[in-house]
């Protein structure tokens, strides 16, 4: 089945305890992303990568890292959390960028079931 | 100002009812306008998305988006409990990266 999985779905930390939340994509795309939901402010990017060895920040980036060493894995480091990283996480793949394509299509990005993090 | 707002709901309407989900946005620059379904738990998943402006329809699903008034709405005719989800808006604009903003979400539940 084709899909997006993380792990943990949960987790329940300190602060400044690093932490990795990992993503994992079997259907051979090049394009990942993270996001954060919070509630009333929606999805926001963090990073996204577009193949092996190739990431880049989106737009809340500031306490996170990211790497992409192999094209069906993005996971993404917590080095020193803190309370405001509390959130909902999702990683998301697509085959490329979403606006690879010509004439007005877009690729599907599909999203992970996320990983609730709570930061103590 | 918000790029892209969306009343958060909730919404509830009876089974069979014609749903009507709005957003607005102020980035005229914004190229694509999608529309995702979020389940309980679940990651979003893309319901449809249109290409500057115009309507689109895909079953009982109608998007729409007018750029003049820089509003977008999707409709759901014969809504079923099924339908009961979040459903977020989405803006998609290509810089130096695929830089999609989204609405906080409508909470919508149709009642048998």
């Known amino acids: 089945e084709a899909q997006v999985t993380q792990n943990p779905r949960y987790l329940i930390t300190v602060t400044g305890k690093k932490l990795t939340v990992t993503c994992s994509q079997n259907?051979?795309?090049?394009?990942m992303s993270w996001y954060r939901q919070d509630p009333g402010l929606g999805l926001r990017q963090i990073y996204y990568?577009?193949?092996?060895?190739?990431?880049d920040k989106g737009d809340v980036p500031e306490g996170y890292k990211v790497s992409r060493k192999e094209k069906r894995n993005f996971p993404l480091i917590l080095e020193s959390p803190s309370p405001n990283q509390t959130s909902l996480y999702f990683c998301?793949?697509?085959?490329?960028?979403?606006?690879?394509?010509?004439?007005?299509?877009?690729?599907?990005?599909?999203f992970g079931p996320g990983t609730r993090l709570t930061v103590l | 100002q918000k790029e892209v707002e969306q009343d958060p709901g909730p919404l509830s309407v009876p089974e069979g009812a014609i749903v009507s989900l709005n957003c607005t946005y102020s980035?005229?620059?914004?190229?694509?306008f999608m529309w995702y379904r979020q389940y309980s738990r679940k990651g979003p998943e893309l319901l449809m998305y249109?290409?500057?402006?115009g309507n689109k329809e895909d079953g009982r699903f109608t998007a729409q988006v007018d750029k003049s008034s820089k509003y977008i709405s999707l409709f759901i005719r014969d809504s079923q409990p099924s339908d009961s989800a979040t459903y977020l808006c989405?803006?998609?604009?290509?810089?130096?990266?695929?830089?999609?903003?989204f609405g906080p979400g409508t909470s919508l539940s149709v009642i048998p």
């Open positions: 998301a793949s697509s085959l490329y960028s979403m606006t690879q394509k010509a004439g007005g299509l877009i690729d599907t990005q599909y």
């Open positions: 259907m051979n795309h090049e394009y």
């Open positions: 990568s577009m193949n092996v060895e190739v990431t």
């Open positions: 980035n005229s620059a914004f190229q694509y």
């Open positions: 249109t290409y500057s402006s």
């Open positions: 989405a803006m998609l604009i290509r810089t130096s990266y695929d830089k999609v903003i």
